[in-house]
């Protein structure tokens, strides 16, 4: 059974910039009704004029923000209760998509650094899909979409507290897809590579001016459409672009050589 975007209910978290703008605009497009979560009021405000339905005698809008941080269990259930009044309790897709990274050798990071990125990378997702369980038994054909990263299957230098945190959505998707599968709920894991987004610009206890050294980057809407074809085709995992997949798959093939190429 294919997921249909056509009056579904979705959250998207980290909704004001890069893939998780695009992947709202591409499912309201299609007439979803998405309740869009960031800290940023102002670009969810967009959002939502952007999608008023003037016809309507009350000015609705299929664009619901929720303004506010994610590692925030009061943020959480508002999020609950904001998508629990659009179709009797019923949500067909949670997205988990808000995420921080951080650059630079663990030995002279902080501890706070690791807890930062774990809260919002893992910990936040993970008990979010936790109160949004019993809502997703109720949707259509549901499916929690996880936007993880090529780096949450080979790890890199000098982002370690990043890669144990996709790391850790990676086995955690895993392990749900197959606890969930009874329910009818598919987990999808999204694993993009660099992408074109504001990411660089959001990094902690990281010195400015960091940039990717990776090749062939995608832009947000490309990860977007990507991401929302996974979805509508309930497939348990994606890994987006050709040097991501050469990544990745070189990893499994042998380990050392890649450890040998990464510490250089």
């Given at each position: 059974m294919r997921w249909k975007a056509k009056d579904a209910v979705a959250i998207v978290t980290g909704a004001s910039s890069g893939i998780g703008r695009c992947l709202c605009q591409r499912l309201l497009d299609r007439g979803c009704h998405v309740v869009g979560v960031a800290r940023r009021e102002d670009r969810l405000l967009k959002i939502e004029e952007r999608h008023r339905n003037t016809d309507n005698p009350k000015n609705a809008s299929r664009f619901v923000p929720v303004i506010g941080d994610i590692t925030d269990a009061a943020i959480r259930e508002?999020?609950?209760?904001?998508?629990?009044?659009?179709?009797?309790?019923?949500?067909?897709?949670?997205?988990?998509?808000?995420?921080?990274?951080?650059?630079?050798?663990?030995?002279?990071?902080?501890p706070d650094r690791l807890r930062r990125v774990m809260e919002v990378n893992f910990?936040?997702?993970?008990?979010?899909?936790?109160?949004?369980?019993?809502?997703?038994?109720?949707?259509?054909?549901?499916?929690?979409?996880?936007?993880?990263?090529?780096?949450?299957?080979?790890?890199?230098?000098?982002?370690?507290e990043y890669c144990a945190s996709k790391f850790a959505m990676h086995g955690l998707s895993d392990s749900l897809r197959a606890e969930l599968a009874g329910d009818g709920i598919q987990v999808t894991l999204v694993s993009p590579s660099t992408t074109e987004s504001e990411f660089f610009n959001s990094l902690i206890e990281t010195k400015e001016g960091q940039t990717s050294k990776s090749i062939g980057s995608w832009t947000p809407d490309r990860v977007a459409r990507v991401t929302l074809s996974a979805i509508e085709h309930r497939r348990s995992e994606v890994i987006c672009s050709l040097g991501g997949k050469a990544l990745v798959y070189a990893d499994r093939l042998s380990p050392p050589i890649m450890n040998r190429i990464l510490s250089k």
């Open positions: 508002k999020i609950v209760l904001a998508a629990s009044d659009i179709a009797e309790g019923r949500i067909d897709l949670l997205v988990n998509n808000a995420g921080i990274g951080a650059i630079g050798p663990f030995a002279d990071a902080s910990f936040a997702p993970a008990e979010l899909i936790r109160i949004t369980l019993p809502m997703l038994r109720k949707g259509n054909a549901s499916v929690i979409c996880n936007i993880s990263s090529v780096l949450g299957h080979c790890a890199v230098p000098d982002k370690s």
